[in-house]
């Protein structure tokens, strides 16, 4: 807890800044969500208290399955691996709303941080923030404003989509730059771990598109899949209407 608090107040203005992106999903989250409700006019609470309770146990669930993480064999190791824990935040999305999503995907980062630190000065945890809810929140409005089947297979198929352009894209602009920099090396050098995995690589664009862009489709379209045949059997439990 004490390295904890040192890293805060060692990076107090991206922690302000990843502070102000955590907002700023939830407001996203809500405001989309009351629309909806008031459009489809549903009077149910965005949080209730049996929302709480399945939210927390939801996070918890995504937490150890951050904990989670597998290699993906074409991506360099030292900087990608594969962990499922955007399953747990999908599907309570899908039984209470975007803002259930966005709540269990900050308190995934919440506890992870508080048992393991951060060997990242933050900048994992708010890549995992931001490119968790790229794909949980569109895919969670899209599938509150019709519940129906064909509405779950289009709203993660989306979600897929966006996950890969907003991953690839943060990647490129600022995660690997600011990696790079953290860890006082130069660009060149992550790419060359690219091409050690994949020949191809031989530059940022391709490193971009040939790593984190499969990386993130195979993400999305795993946990896509698995939410889609589990979904169903798990929702009257979930909203305990069995």
Not at 224 to 242: A, H, Q
């Amino acid at each position: 807890m004490n390295s904890l608090l040192s890293q805060i107040a060692d990076n107090a203005v991206f922690v302000l800044v990843f502070a102000g992106v955590i907002i700023l999903m939830f407001l996203i989250a809500y405001a989309v969500e009351k629309f909806v409700k008031k459009k489809n006019d549903d009077k149910e609470r965005v949080l209730s208290t049996r929302k709480i309770v399945i939210i927390g146990m939801f996070s918890a669930l995504s937490t150890v399955l951050m904990l989670l993480e597998f290699p993906v064999p074409f991506a360099p190791p030292g900087i990608y691996k594969l962990d499922f824990s955007e399953l747990p935040a999908l599907i309570g999305g899908f039984a209470f709303g975007p803002v259930a999503g966005v709540m269990i995907e900050f308190i995934k980062i919440l506890l992870k941080t508080i048992i393991k630190g951060s060997s990242t000065a933050f900048v994992g945890e708010l890549a995992n923030f931001f490119v968790g809810c790229s794909f949980i929140l569109p895919a969670t409005v899209i599938y509150l404003i019709k519940k129906n089947k064909v509405n779950a297979i289009i709203s993660c198929v989306i979600g897929t989509i966006i996950i890969t352009i907003v991953g690839s894209s943060f990647n490129a602009f600022y995660l690997l730059p600011t990696f790079a920099k953290m860890f006082g090396m130069e660009i060149d050098t992550i790419i060359a771990m690219g091409t050690a995995v994949n020949s191809h690589v031989t530059s940022l664009s391709d490193f971009i598109l040939l790593i984190v862009a499969p990386v993130n489709i195979l993400k999305g379209t795993m946990i896509s899949v698995v939410t889609l045949l589990i979904y169903k059997p798990l929702s009257p439990i979930i909203k305990g209407t069995r």
